[in-house]
């Protein structure tokens, strides 16, 4: 399985940008980038995924390294409701998720 | 609404016991996924399904089992030949492996 590497903290003051980052030194070029997030005691649910173009969506904008070996998970203004555990996963149709431990986000009020 | 429902959300098993989790889904999504979660860790794959009556192990399958007789449901019983089961339990489900819904998970608890 593709693995990803991601700082185990990250800590934001609220309404400000957040840049999580991701190591992917292995990626192939059918693998697309997703990006989840966990709450505490729920499920993970989807953030954003992207092959090779920057993406954005209403939760996020996802940053794509020309090489691919890495990407940025951008949160524009960060909400005391971000505060998770954000996963970075690399996947092909057929393939199945690998989560690691993600990098728990704290927003500082 | 489609989405996910599993099933209590809370669990005790005493020692030696069997316990079946539920997970029913109506997205009709063709792959189904169990994964277990440990305090502080990430998620880790038991089974997975693709299509109806056909499963494979995922890395920490010993001690779990599975079926999938309809595509809506992926129940997973939790034997008693799994020596440390107490975690949080979360289903997914997926179109073709491409994108996951999970469901809010079961919280088992060994008395």
């Known amino acids: 399985d593709a693995k990803t590497t991601q700082p185990n903290s990250m800590e934001s003051n609220e309404e400000e940008p957040v840049h999580l980052p991701c190591n992917h030194s292995t990626i192939s070029g059918t693998d697309y980038i997703h990006w989840y997030r966990q709450l505490p005691s729920q499920g993970p649910e989807y953030v954003i995924h992207?092959?090779?173009s920057n993406v954005n969506n209403r939760m996020a904008s996802l940053a794509i390294a020309e090489d691919r070996k890495s990407s940025t998970l951008i949160l524009h203004r960060a909400t005391l409701r971000d505060a998770a555990v954000y996963y970075c996963?690399?996947?092909?149709?057929?393939?199945?998720?690998?989560f690691g431990t993600g990098t728990s986000l704290t927003v500082i009020p | 609404d489609g989405g996910i429902t599993q099933s209590p959300k809370y669990l005790f098993r005493k020692e030696g016991q069997n316990v079946t989790l539920s997970c029913e889904q109506n997205l009709n999504h063709d792959a189904m996924y169990w994964y277990r979660q440990d305090p502080g860790q990430g998620l880790r794959l038991i089974y997975y399904?693709?299509?109806?009556?056909?499963?494979q192990k995922g890395d920490i399958a010993e001690g779990y089992s599975v079926s999938r007789e309809k595509k809506e449901s992926f129940p997973l019983t939790v034997t008693s030949a799994q020596k440390n089961p107490t975690a949080f339990y979360l289903c997914a489900s997926s179109p073709h492996n491409y994108g996951y819904t999970f469901g809010s998970g079961t919280r088992l608890t060994v008395v």
């Open positions: 992207g092959l090779t």
């Open positions: 996963i690399l996947a092909y149709t057929g393939n199945q998720f690998y």
């Open positions: 399904s693709q299509i109806v009556n056909d499963f």
